[in-house]
């Protein structure tokens, strides 16, 4: 009974002290700029890949990081610098162009009406109202999910907006 | 932030725990490969955090 004690502590000590990071089965090929969360499903982004060029895209993981899945047919650029869940929309903001899915990844579809140089490198979503932050033309507002986009820089003293929160 | 445990990646150092609203700070690298930090994230009570090369999970 003794020794039954004392292997029952060891596990519970064990299970107490040892979390530990594990490192997940990818992805690979770049920087991990973003994270998002649909539902269960886990989406990052990579940035930049080796000196010189981009990173490798969007990735989708369904069992937390167990495996993952390319997720960038239809992205025309594979730095992506922002991803943003809105309900089951995901938007992903780029070197050249801001996309949004509908369909956790399968496709995607460019959504920079009313951004000129769409250089997307930051997002977040406030109530009904999505913000855009750029590397050049400060920020942009949408208001239907990303049909349209207006610029709101009153204020705004550089144009080159890396985060919100 | 997870509950009152806050979390901060320092790049090319390691990820730091506060669990006393940042009054001190442990360093939690048991297991990171690559401490080139970009990114935590908390999903439920799942923490990962991204590196320049892939994506770590806290179990």
Redesign the interface.
């Known amino acids: 009974m003794k020794r039954l004690y004392f292997l029952l502590i060891l596990i519970f000590c064990h299970h107490t002290i040892s979390?530990?990071?594990?490192?997940?089965n990818?992805?690979?090929g770049?920087?991990?700029?973003?994270?998002a969360?649909v539902g269960n499903n886990?989406f990052?982004a990579t940035s930049f890949g080796a000196i010189g060029s981009y990173g490798a895209g969007v990735f989708l993981s369904t069992n937390?990081?167990s495996t993952w899945t390319p997720k960038s047919v239809g992205l025309a650029s594979s730095g992506i610098f922002t991803l943003l869940a809105d309900g089951s929309n995901l938007y992903a903001g780029t070197d050249g162009d801001l996309f949004k899915t509908t369909n956790n990844g399968n496709s995607w579809s460019q959504v920079n009406n009313g951004i000129p140089t769409p250089y997307i490198i930051s997002m977040i979503i406030s109530g009904t109202s999505i913000f855009a932050g750029t590397a050049d033309s400060g920020i942009y507002v949408s208001n239907n999910n990303g049909n349209s986009w207006s610029s709101v820089n009153i204020g705004i003293a550089n144009p080159q907006v890396w985060a919100f929160a | 932030m997870n509950g009152t445990e806050i979390y901060a990646g320092v790049y090319g150092v390691g990820v730091y725990k506060s669990v006393n609203n940042g009054v001190s700070w442990s360093l939690t690298n048991n297991g990171i490969t690559n401490t080139n930090f970009s990114k935590i994230w908390i999903n439920g009570q799942d923490i990962f955090v991204g590196t320049y090369d892939g994506v770590f999970l806290l179990k």
């Not at chain 1, 979390?19 to 997940?24: G, N």
């Not at chain 1, 770049?30 to 994270?35: A, D, E, L, P, Q």
């Open positions: 979390a530990q990071w594990h490192q997940t990818g992805p690979g770049g920087v991990i700029s973003s994270f969360s886990l990052v937390n990081g």
